[in-house]
């Protein structure tokens, strides 16, 4: 029985732990955004590799869907995104830092300036640019006083942007002073368009949404629904069954010997470990889902390999593929990571299928 039928690319390893992306998945949830976004325009955060899925092939199937506005962090995650059709806006957040400069000229993409210091050396080159300021999360970001002090005078600013500390916590009064505070600013700064909402920013409603929203965490299945739906789950994990064993009562499992089974067990050992992202906490916690039957994690997991018992599941061979659960909430609670911890921890080893 296996549990994974798609067929592999054979450019991927085959013998890897696959890390599944449902892109039908990401575009219906950047879909949901972009509707519960309304009149403003729904970019995507795709930095830190399109939070670990694959940043080239998630910005491919959003700007199919009509996504016009990508963020990225680091100039580096530019050129990773492939070239972008006319008409497609890729953004660094993290502004020009020094040393940066001639990169970011040779670049497609326009930087977010986020220092005084940045907005200095980069008007002199007279290019357009985004430019955030700090409303309150006290991050990156020109503050108020400098942003109404003449600073930005002279930029050819695209967007302005801001970003929200506590938009997880809709009922916190932080959103709306922030909100007032960015409305305030932006009625004095000269712009084509103002930027303030993240994922969950979007929920808060229409007074977050000004004229570009940059969901990152919610196209990927994390995080609150914008909608009265939930999101659609995009990363899935599935790895082979290397061996399988019968355990007998009283027999510990695992390094440290942390797990005694307390009957005879039947453990699938997998090709999955803290090294491919599946964190090292979901030790005794996480599950593997066989048709549906939940089949847990026994002992410690390790670098390389996961121990599961699949007592429940008697029909399993060596070889068969397992798949995961992993529900980004579920496992962040169990895990204490967060959901974007888990995304972006994924490793490198796994062969990524994008379906
Ligand atoms: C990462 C990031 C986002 C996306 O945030 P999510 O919470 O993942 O939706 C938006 N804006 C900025 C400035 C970011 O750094």
Redesign the pocket.
């Known amino acids: 029985m296996t549990s994974c039928d798609a067929p592999l690319p054979d450019t991927l390893a085959p013998d890897a732990s696959r890390l599944t992306v449902d892109t039908a998945a990401l575009v219906a949830n950047w879909r949901r955004f972009a509707r519960a976004g309304a009149a403003a325009a729904c970019g995507a ?1 795709v ?1 830190a590799d399109g939070y670990g899925l694959g940043a080239r092939p998630i910005a491919a199937a959003l700007v199919a869907a009509g996504c016009r506005d990508l ?1 990225v962090a680091h100039w580096h995650e530019v050129a990773a995104l492939g070239p972008q059709p006319d008409g497609v806006r890729v953004a660094v ?1 993290h502004g020009v830092m020094p040393g940066d400069m001639a990169r970011a000229l040779a670049s497609p993409a326009v930087p977010v300036l986020v220092t005084a210091g940045q907005v200095q050396a980069w008007k002199v080159t007279g290019r357009p640019c985004d430019v955030m300021v700090d409303t309150g999360l006290n991050r990156l970001g020109i503050d108020i006083a400098e942003a109404r002090s003449g600073l930005l005078d002279g930029l050819a600013i695209d967007t302005l ?1 801001s ?1 929200l500390a506590c938009s997880e916590t809709p009922a916190s009064p932080a959103n709306e002073a922030q909100r007032a505070a960015f409305a305030d600013i932006a009625a004095v700064v000269p712009a084509r368009r103002r930027a303030l909402a ?3 920013g979007i929920g808060l409603g229409p007074g977050w949404h000004f004229d570009l929203t ?5 196209l990927y299945g994390g ?1 609150a629904s914008p909608d009265a739906h939930p999101l659609a789950p995009v990363a899935g994990i599935a790895t082979r069954i290397i061996q399988l064993r019968d355990v007998p009562a009283g027999a510990s499992i695992g390094y440290g010997a942390t797990y005694t089974a307390a009957g005879p067990l039947r453990v699938a050992v997998v090709a999955l470990g803290y090294a491919d992202g599946y964190p090292r906490s979901l030790s005794d916690r996480g599950r593997a889902l066989v048709d549906g039957v939940p089949c847990p994690v026994v002992g410690r997991i390790s670098m390389d390999l996961t121990i599961i018992d699949v007592s429940a599941a008697p029909d399993l061979a060596e070889g068969d593929w397992l798949t995961m659960d992993f529900d980004l909430a579920g496992s962040a609670a169990a895990s204490g990571r967060s959901e ?1 911890e888990l995304l972006t921890g994924l490793g490198a080893r796994y062969a990524r299928v994008h379906t």
């Open positions: 955060a930095k963020l957040l942007h970003h993240n994922s969950a940059r969901p990152g965490i919610g995080g974007y």
